[in-house]
């Protein structure tokens, strides 16, 4: 057997049989019909409707046969294809080319073939055939005649069905299209009535499709578009045919309003009669509510308060896009109004500080076209420098072609300088925290200060520092260290006429804002000589004398402000720091040395053993007599007993894990412990000692029985101390009951004696100084008493919910009249205080209140001020200020102000006072988990303030007084 050759046009024809779409199809009821038909004709038992596939016929329909499909191989109907001509077989088993094909020598036993080409689009796709068990002769010429023509009735057939269903596959596929369609699809009849309606009806309107079908079309218009769309129909009903569109508004079930673009087409039945109209709507309400955002967001950019300016989109390099507007923002940021700017680049606003590196890369996003975010410094109109942060974006048009640059500037120099204040300060920390580590690191003092001087030249940006020293008898300030001098200064010695040497004289930082004009120092030839325009000082404090002053000096003019001043202050306050360190460690060497010449002499052992329990030892001195009561002999090589039996059991392990730990580290290591002498008495042994060798260990032993006897001594000499100090504040307390008592019966006899009228003004004169005399030792005695409840841990207070607006408000009522005798103005602005409790004794917040209200008055001369202010602070705080305009105190005062018995010089001589009441103040405020303070400079009046925190409640709440729920708390 051999196979048929392939058609020369084999590619097309199996792309043919593949757009019939007809294989592997269940049977058909006119294939069926056709072939049941040829069967009857011609009188043969199996027709076949044979399509030749790539690898097999398959048979649409097969009369007579229960077989669907053979091998191609097999196929006598692949030779029909070759030649497109009817091919009759009339003897297979006579033909050579089927006589031992499987379908002759097996089931069905062909013997006669006919075989006609099913001819579709030019290519034979398969044939229509007739096959019979036994030979014949052939086919008539009306036979063959007839096998050709229902061959062409297949062909017509297939290409009718193949029609069919892609007529169905192309109305299911535009089905879908408008089923899954974003956009909302509906038609109408020629009354307007809605016929078919896709699914996003539902999506747009939210009514249900099916109960729309029927409805009018006009049904969900905005009233006011009903019109347009009414007159369009009826154009289309009147003949009209051309496509409008439009857009419209439509309301929704929920009772909102949308927007749709809307492609309105006249429908028309075959004979060309108007039978509908077509709506294609698509959803623009983001659109519309896009655009009035647009409008809105022109409205804006005219009023915003950011400046905008939008500019050519290129050229990118010089000269820079052109402006072609800005609002009024940039007007006021800048000066410049849009007649001024237009034409011309953004780049004119810039300037000498303007940072090359963000000039950079703003050009290099430019040139990509990319936005950009930057901040820089620009110059206003009348050459002031200002910040701006400024955001850059490219603009677009609908082709995607950059047209324009938008920028939205802001105005941030105080922002700036807010954060170059936070970077100066916390440079200038940065700076402390490095000295004093350096301080406190055992570094030489000259580093130390040399450290100092270029750090401070750097943090406040300055060409000269110096550090000086006074030194000898003769107090010469001599030069440490510096910045900025030329080579050598250092040593020399400075005149006492200069700044630092004025500093020092005023005890206090001295600013010097122009050399050229000081005059209370001689400035020499600062100025002239090196250019110095101006310069600051502060003294350096020692902890007995001051120890010199550190200067800064610049030749440029500039201000030094009191954050700067601050700064220099803390920088040489741990210089200060680091000079007594460093002598304190001098001091300490010297006793060490001290310490290990006594150590050398004193009696001790020396020894070398192993590292075992038992200490096992290869050499000791006969020191070791002295420490155990045993000789030297008797612990070699353990002869007689060993060193770590004679350790206290309890000493022993930790004595073992110690040791094992340094010399696994090789460390040295330092031992105390106890053992047990020949006599029977506990001895404390000092040892120091290292490894020598592997599992060797050498030091030496010392009794230090007698120093740890001392040291028990002062542990209960300190607790005697502590006893008589609890016994000191006892006496207080009962002296000053004891006092009291006869103080009250003077009081209220000089009390009576006041009352009477009638006795004589010498009398009363001296009646009102007993009084006064009574009153102030009085207060006195309580102060003490407070003191000393204080000091012992016995003073109570009751602390409650209370409202600190009332006791203010109640405190400064009483001080009111004794202010208006003093020919004094308080003020007083309690509201930031409205609703605020906080958790206090109510009687001593009023002790604190009077105190420092009573101070204020005492210490303001007549015609001052007095003023009263609270607020709560951002870290939930209630903050009380007392401010007055009296005299002042400088730092140093301060410093001192809160310590018992401790009154100002030049300010307690007209006044009365114990120099107990602020710091009752400041241990009563702290014991009630507050915090108290004070600012102040000379000749400025002070300002006192306290604050507590915040406790959760209202007025209503609050609770005062002996007839409160008060919890008594011991402090």
């Known amino acids: ?80 294809l070759q030649s497109q001509e009817m091919l009759v077989v009339p003897d ?75 007529r169905l596959a192309l109305k299911k596929h535009y089905r879908q299209m408008i089923e899954q369609s974003s956009d909302l699809i509906f038609t109408t009849d020629a009354a307007g009535m809605l016929t078919l309606i896709n699914p996003a009806w539902e999506e747009y309107t939210g009514y249900a499709s099916a109960d729309a079908l029927g409805q009018p079309a006009l049904m969900l218009l905005h009233a006011e578009d009903r019109s347009t769309i009414l007159e369009h129909f009826q154009a289309f009903q009147n003949g009209a045919r051309t496509p409008v569109r ?9 009772g909102h309003t949308g927007w749709a673009d809307v492609q309105l087409r006249a429908l028309h039945d075959h004979r060309g009669r108007f039978e509908g109209m077509l709506c294609i709507a698509s959803e623009i309400t983001a659109r519309k509510e896009t655009q009035e955002r647009l409008q809105l967001l022109e409205s804006v950019v005219v009023n915003a308060n950011d400046a905008v300016v939008i500019t050519e989109a290129e050229p990118i390099d010089e000269p820079g896009p052109r402006i072609l507007y800005v609002n009024e923002a940039f007007t006021r940021m800048s000066g410049h109004t849009l007649e001024e700017v237009r034409g011309h680049s953004p780049r004119m606003l810039q300037g000498e500080g303007s940072d090359p590196a963000v000039k950079a890369r703003i050009r290099k996003a430019l040139q990509a076209w990319k936005p950009i975010r930057v901040e820089l410094l620009n110059y206003r109109k009348n050459g002031t420098p200002f910040w701006v942060e400024m955001s850059i974006v490219p603009i677009a048009n609908e082709k995607g072609w950059y047209t324009h640059w938008v920028s939205v500037q802001r105005d941030i120099t105080e922002r700036r300088q807010v954060e170059e204040k936070v970077q100066r300060q916390t440079q200038q920390q940065a700076v402390l925290a490095d000295l004093a580590y350096y301080a406190i690191a055992d570094r030489d003092l000259h580093s130390i200060l040399q450290r100092a001087a270029e750090q401070v030249a750097a943090a406040l940006d300055v060409e000269i520092t110096t550090v000086t020293e006074l030194q000898g008898a003769r107090q010469d300030l001599v030069i440490r260290a510096g910045h900025g001098w030329p080579a050598g200064t250092v040593g020399t010695t400075v005149p006492g006429a200069s700044l630092p040497g004025y ?56 201000s030094f402000n009191a954050e700067d001043l ?113 006599d029977g008495t506990e001895r404390w042994l000092y040892e120091q000692g290292r490894a020598a060798s592997e599992g060797v260990i050498e030091g030496v032993m010392m009794d230090i029985t007698s120093r740890k006897t001392a040291e028990r001594g002062l542990i209960e000499a300190r607790e005697d101390a502590e006893r008589a100090n609890l016994a000191k504040s006892m006496f207080l307390s009962r002296v000053s009951h004891e006092l009291r008592t006869p103080l009250n019966a003077i ?26 005399a009574g009153r102030h030792l009085l207060d006195l005695v309580n102060d003490v008493m407070d003191v000393a409840r204080i000091d012992s841990g016995e003073m109570s207070l009751q602390l409650t919910r209370l409202c600190l607006k009332d006791a203010v408000e109640e405190c400064v009522a009483v001080v009111m009249p004794q202010a208006a005798r003093g020919e004094l103005t308080l003020s007083v602005d309690v509201e930031g205080l409205a609703g605020t409790l906080v958790s206090a004794d109510g009687k001593r917040l009023r002790q604190v209140l009077f105190n420092l209200l009573g101070n204020a008055v005492k210490y303001t001369e007549p015609g001052g001020q007095i003023g009263v202010l609270c ?86 709440s609050v609770a005062d007084g002996p007839g409160s729920a008060a919890q008594g708390v011991s402090a």
């Open 1 to 80: 057997m051999t196979n048929a050759p392939l058609p020369v046009d084999e590619a097309a024809r199996l792309n043919t049989l593949e757009q019939l779409n007809v294989l592997d199809t269940v049977p058909e009821e006119t294939f069926e019909q056709l072939t049941s038909l040829a069967a009857t004709i011609f009188s043969v038992p199996i027709v076949l409707i044979s399509l030749v596939d790539q690898d097999r016929q398959w048979f649409k329909s097969c009369y007579g046969l229960d077989v669907r499909e053979t091998d191609r191989s097999l196929s006598f109907c692949a030779y029909t």
């Open 92 to 166: 297979a088993k006579l033909d050579g080319r089927f006589a031992d094909n499987d379908l002759v020598t097996g089931d069905p036993r062909i013997r006669f073939y006919a075989g006609a080409p099913i001819v579709v689009h030019g290519h034979a796709v398969g044939t229509l055939c007739l096959i019979d068990t036994e030979p014949r002769v052939g086919l008539s010429e009306v036979e063959t005649q007839t096998l050709f023509q229902m061959a062409g009735l297949v062909a017509h057939q297939l290409l009718m069905r193949a029609t069919t269903e892609q």
């Open 246 to 254: 439009l857009e419209y508004r439509y309301r929704r079930r929920d």
């Open 503 to 558: 500093a020092i004289e005023v005890g206090e930082a001295v600013v010097v804002p122009d050399m050229r004009t000081e005059t209370r120092f001689d400035v020499g030839d600062l100025p002239t000589a090196h250019g110095v325009q101006c310069g600051a000082s502060v003294v350096i404090h020692g902890l007995d004398a001051p120890y010199g002053a550190l200067c800064v000096k610049s030749t440029r003019h500039r």
């Open 566 to 678: 601050q700064f220099l202050q803390a920088v040489a306050n741990v210089l200060g720091t680091a000079v007594e360190h460093q002598r304190a460690a001098a001091q300490l060497k010297e006793s060490e040395a001290r310490y290990r010449a006594l150590v050398t002499n004193m009696p001790g052992a020396v020894y070398r053993c192993i590292l075992d329990e038992a200490w096992t030892m290869h050499y000791v001195n006969d020191g070791i007599r002295d420490i155990t009561g045993y000789p030297a002999a008797d612990f070699v090589l353990n002869a007689r007993r060993t060193l770590g039996s004679l350790i206290h059991p309890d000493d022993s392990p930790q004595v073992m894990a110690a040791v094992q730990e340094a010399v696994e580290r090789q460390e040295p290591f330092e031992l105390e412990y106890r053992i047990q002498h020949a």
């Open 747 to 772: 009081l209220g006899f000089g009390q009576l004696i006041d009352r009477n009228p009638t006795h004589p003004e010498k009398v009363e004169r001296h009646n009102r100084q007993i009084l006064t």
């Open 871 to 956: 607020w709560i602070t951002p870290e939930g705080q209630a903050r009380v200020e007392v401010s007055d305009t009296g005299p002042g105190m400088t730092r140093d005062e301060q410093a001192r102000l809160f310590q018992p018995f401790v009154r100002l010089e030049g300010k307690q001589s007209e006044k009365e006072g114990t120099g107990l009441g602020l710091s009752l103040c400041k241990r009563v405020v702290e014991l009630m988990k507050g915090q108290i303070g004070v600012r102040s400079d000379p000749g400025q009046g002070s300002t006192f303030w306290f604050e507590f925190p915040l406790v959760p409640g209202n007025n209503e």
